[in-house]
């Protein structure tokens, strides 16, 4: 056992000088091979022909914090080109042994009563498999949003949080990477892989829609810290996505007459 320890920590060492090395010249670890067979994309314009908002659950005291969900508005906002707004709370009671959690905060809880413009639950749940989900609920009409909602992992980020990582980064890494999914990034095949158990994510280990803990996230979070940004593919479709979906309402409002 104490050899195993001395072996782990004399490769996390080695791991660290070559990294210390590695940023002297800006280099960081591969991106993965795109897999031209999966089907994804395009980047869902629904969401984004206004501003989006999101709405924090509380269930049993726990939500996902303030600052998390603020930095990742911001983040979230510069890359859509238009705001990103966290609203009020809304708390939801829940009888014990209640398993559907998404189901049942979607039928009590105000805020998916009226969904204009776009608003996201940010719901925390129980477990520790992962640190969040995201689910949409059917594709709304035009000019009226979708039923979306990030499900956030209390345990799982606290478990998974540490040395390498701060609970606050990962916590804004949850909230963008599943807001990623419910936007559709990665929208195109060319930078896309398949995740067993966990679906479709980019190959890019340096943006945040990576996913999972290998040595190309070990190396790129030593060379260049915790990813919390989108690569520059994920970005450029989050953009023309943005783009096109404040076309598309502009568009609308003048075939009604509105403005």
Same mark, same amino acid.
């Given at each position: 056992m104490a050899l195993a320890k001395l072996v782990a920590i004399s490769a996390f060492v080695a791991l660290v000088a070559l990294g210390e090395a590695g940023a002297l010249v800006g280099c960081a670890a591969p991106s993965r091979k795109g897999d031209a067979s999966l089907r994804v994309g395009p980047v869902s314009r629904a969401y984004l022909e206004s501003e989006v908002r999101l709405r924090p659950v509380v269930i049993g005291g726990l939500r996902a914090p303030d600052d998390a969900l603020r930095a990742a508005a911001s983040r979230l906002g510069k890359h859509v080109g238009r705001e990103v707004v966290v609203e009020d709370a809304c708390e939801v009671e829940l009888e014990p042994g209640e398993y559907d959690v998404v189901q049942r905060v979607i039928e009590r809880c105000e805020a998916?009563?009226?969904?204009?413009?776009?608003?996201?639950?940010?719901?925390?749940?129980?477990?520790?498999?992962?640190?969040?989900?995201?689910? &949409?609920?059917? =594709?709304?009409?035009?000019?009226?949003?979708? #039923?979306?909602? !990030?499900?956030?992992?209390?345990?799982?980020?606290? #478990? #998974? &949080?540490?040395?390498?990582?701060?609970? &606050?980064?990962?916590? =804004?890494?949850?909230?963008? $990477? =599943?807001?990623? $999914?419910?936007?559709? !990034?990665?929208? &195109?095949?060319? $930078?896309?892989?398949?995740?067993?158990?966990l679906g479709v994510h980019c190959t890019n280990p340096g943006c945040v829609m990576y996913t999972g803990f290998d040595w190309r996230v070990l190396w790129t979070g030593i060379v260049r810290g915790w990813p919390l940004e989108f690569c520059e593919d994920c970005a450029r479709e989050l953009r023309e996505a943005g783009e096109a979906g404040g076309a598309e309402r502009v568009n609308r409002e003048r075939n009604l007459g509105v403005g």
């Amino acid at each position: 056992m104490a050899l195993a320890k001395l072996v782990a920590i004399s490769a996390f060492v080695a791991l660290v000088a070559l990294g210390e090395a590695g940023a002297l010249v800006g280099c960081a670890a591969p991106s993965r091979k795109g897999d031209a067979s999966l089907r994804v994309g395009p980047v869902s314009r629904a969401y984004l022909e206004s501003e989006v908002r999101l709405r924090p659950v509380v269930i049993g005291g726990l939500r996902a914090p303030d600052d998390a969900l603020r930095a990742a508005a911001s983040r979230l906002g510069k890359h859509v080109g238009r705001e990103v707004v966290v609203e009020d709370a809304c708390e939801v009671e829940l009888e014990p042994g209640e398993y559907d959690v998404v189901q049942r905060v979607i039928e009590r809880c105000e805020a998916v009563r009226a969904m204009t413009p776009t608003t996201v639950l940010v719901v925390p749940a129980s477990g520790a498999w992962v640190t969040g989900y995201a689910t &949409s609920r059917g =594709e709304g009409e035009p000019g009226r949003g979708r #039923r979306a909602v !990030v499900v956030v992992m209390p345990e799982g980020i606290a #478990r #998974r &949080s540490g040395f390498f990582v701060r609970p &606050s980064k990962l916590w =804004e890494w949850t909230l963008v $990477h =599943e807001m990623g $999914h419910v936007l559709g !990034v990665p929208a &195109s095949s060319s $930078h896309a892989w398949d995740v067993e158990g966990l679906g479709v994510h980019c190959t890019n280990p340096g943006c945040v829609m990576y996913t999972g803990f290998d040595w190309r996230v070990l190396w790129t979070g030593i060379v260049r810290g915790w990813p919390l940004e989108f690569c520059e593919d994920c970005a450029r479709e989050l953009r023309e996505a943005g783009e096109a979906g404040g076309a598309e309402r502009v568009n609308r409002e003048r075939n009604l007459g509105v403005g």
